[in-house]
């Protein structure tokens, strides 16, 4: 059974920092292309950071500079460093999967305020 469990979510101030965490069980995560996603209410889920297998990684443009995606393949675990936060960034962060079959973590709130 894959599971995937995000953490690190929280409330900040505008201009500054989180860095969510994805810990992954019954999937090697170095086999999966992985990555961010966040939503709102009312709204559809926009991709943040995607991460490819030979380790290239691509940016939603509205996070591009500010945002870095990375993987622990020892840990097994992949991140999103979020700096420079904006209000506009508030959404639920999730971790989504990819090897046999699309996976994803149920997610974490991340708060900005202004």
């Known amino acids: 059974q894959v599971q995937l469990v995000e953490s690190g979510g929280g409330l900040v101030q505008a201009g500054g920092s989180l860095r969510l965490s994805c810990a992954a069980s019954?999937?090697?995560?170095?086999?999966?292309?992985m990555g961010w996603y966040r939503q709102t209410p009312g709204k559809q889920r926009e991709l943040v950071a995607l991460?490819?297998?030979?380790?290239?990684?691509d940016y939603a443009d509205f996070v591009k500079g500010r945002f870095t995606a990375s993987r622990d393949n020892a840990k097994n675990t992949v991140s999103l460093q979020m700096n420079s936060l904006k209000p506009e960034d508030t959404a639920v962060y999730s971790c989504y999967a990819r090897s046999s079959m699309d996976y994803w973590g149920l997610g974490t709130q991340v708060t900005v305020s202004s």
């Open positions: 991460m490819s297998r030979d380790g290239s990684t």
């Open positions: 019954g999937i090697i995560l170095s086999n999966a292309l």
